[in-house]
């Protein structure tokens, strides 16, 4: 076993050390030889999705998704160690963040992800990740806990990236007037504010509808 | 007073070993093994080596302590990327949606040298995004961007091109896709 390992292990080295070294060939990746590049013309999208914890980000995944939604792993460097609270679990020595993901193939050549935000705040290093290349971004809002959804509404603002508040109306019942969270949320006028049931399929799509016509209006106002 | 260190060095080695081997859900846990005999050159290796060797010199309890968190931390840390030869910075640059799909010359065999390799050239006959690669093979994504961008540099798999260009945001074009496809739904 040990031999196996370390055979296999001094192979996956070479191939590392292959990688290493200075390559002028680099900026043009072997990837794209001809005859290979048929599938290539898939091209992916990406949404994110973000709100506080319990507001149905999963759920909204899940709901629109082709596939169950999957969960992908970051396991925290020692970077976060000074942040993160071990008091309560004091066996723990790393933590892992976990993203919720779904995929939607809208036609033959592009595929839409739907990434759910990790729910903590202190996990802003991978929103920057999640963010780029996004076209925009959904924030649930739970209208029972308004101000779990700030951090991400901030964060979008910030970031400049398009969004729209989905109003998560559980049991179908919008409890709170859209004009309400807007001034709750402190939110501009020009960032829509739709209802959204995340569990049904025809309201998650308006939802991403209405952002992605968001994203199109804000990039013709500011062009890049 | 050695009657006191020597099992603690017994249960620090079998934490240690638990640590590693059990991390990880993936299905390559010998890779944990290799981690012990990793040569010193691997970026974070030494920092756990330097701090264990001192640790079981020392006898006395309060440093038992240190020796249990300090080198287990660093073993959990450290352990998927072994994976990687140490590595954290993958070669290129691949976004957790950026889609690959394996290579005609990844779906020869023989070019697939390794277990890893394998996995994933057998994962991304249709095109596959990186967080989709991680989440299936039950691997940290940090882990899956540096075996991707390597499987790229050898021309086992294709990393598709992006949709955005050189920019960070969209081209209103893809928005229009993603729009038509959404109602058409």
Not at chain 1, 36 to 50: H, L, Q, W
Not at chain 1, 185 to 197: E, H, M, T, Y
Not at chain 2, 123 to 132: D, M, Q, T, Y
Not at chain 2, 142 to 161: C, E, Q, S, T, Y
Request: aromatic share 6%; net charge negative; charged share 20%.
């Amino acid at each position: 076993m040990d031999f196996v390992d370390s055979d296999r292990s001094r192979s996956y080295r070479g191939a590392s050390a292959a990688a290493v070294k200075p390559d002028p060939a680099r900026s043009s990746p072997p990837a794209v030889r001809p005859g290979e590049d048929s599938r290539p013309n898939v091209i992916s999208a990406k949404i994110v999705v973000g709100g506080g914890f319990g507001a149905g980000k999963t759920t909204f995944v899940g709901t629109v998704s082709e596939i169950a939604p999957l969960t992908t792993e970051a396991v925290l460097t020692d970077a976060s160690t000074s942040v993160d609270d071990l008091v309560a679990t004091p066996d723990k020595s790393t933590t892992t963040v976990a993203m919720d993901f779904g995929r939607l193939s809208l036609d033959a050549e592009l595929i839409l992800y739907l990434f759910g935000t990790p729910g903590q705040h202190r996990f802003w290093f991978m929103w920057d990740d999640l963010v780029r290349g996004a076209i925009g971004a959904v924030v649930l809002v739970d209208t029972r806990r308004l101000a779990d959804c700030f951090a991400a509404v901030d964060f979008f603002e910030d970031r400049g990236l398009p969004y729209v508040v989905g109003v998560n109306c559980f049991d179908g019942v919008l409890s709170h007037s859209v004009e309400d969270v807007r001034e709750a949320l402190a939110i501009g006028p020009a960032v829509p504010i739709v209802p959204c049931d995340a569990r049904e399929r025809e309201s998650t799509k308006s939802t991403l509808i209405a952002l992605v016509e968001h994203a199109m209006r804000k990039s013709v106002a500011t062009p890049a | 007073m050695t009657a006191v260190s020597k099992p603690s060095d017994d249960d620090h080695d079998e934490s240690f070993a638990g640590l590693v081997n059990g991390l990880s859900g993936g299905p390559w846990r010998s890779g944990g093994r290799r981690k012990r005999s990793a040569p010193s050159s691997a970026t974070p290796q030494p920092v756990a080596a330097d701090q264990l060797a001192p640790a079981q010199e020392q006898t006395s309890a309060a440093v038992g302590t240190f020796e249990w968190s300090q080198p287990a931390a660093a073993a959990s840390v450290v352990r998927p990327y072994t994976w990687t030869g140490g590595r954290t910075a993958p070669v290129i640059d691949l976004a957790v949606e950026t889609l690959v799909s394996t290579s005609e010359h990844g779906h020869d065999m023989a070019a697939l040298t390794s277990e890893e390799h394998r996995a994933v050239a057998e994962l991304c006959r249709g095109p596959r995004s990186v967080a989709e690669v991680a989440a299936l093979l039950s691997l940290p994504l940090g882990v899956v961007r540096v075996l991707l961008a390597d499987m790229a540099d050898i021309g086992l798999v294709v990393v598709h091109r992006s949709a955005n260009g050189s920019s960070n945001t969209p081209d209103i074009a893809l928005m229009e896709r993603v729009l038509s496809g959404l109602r058409r739904l």
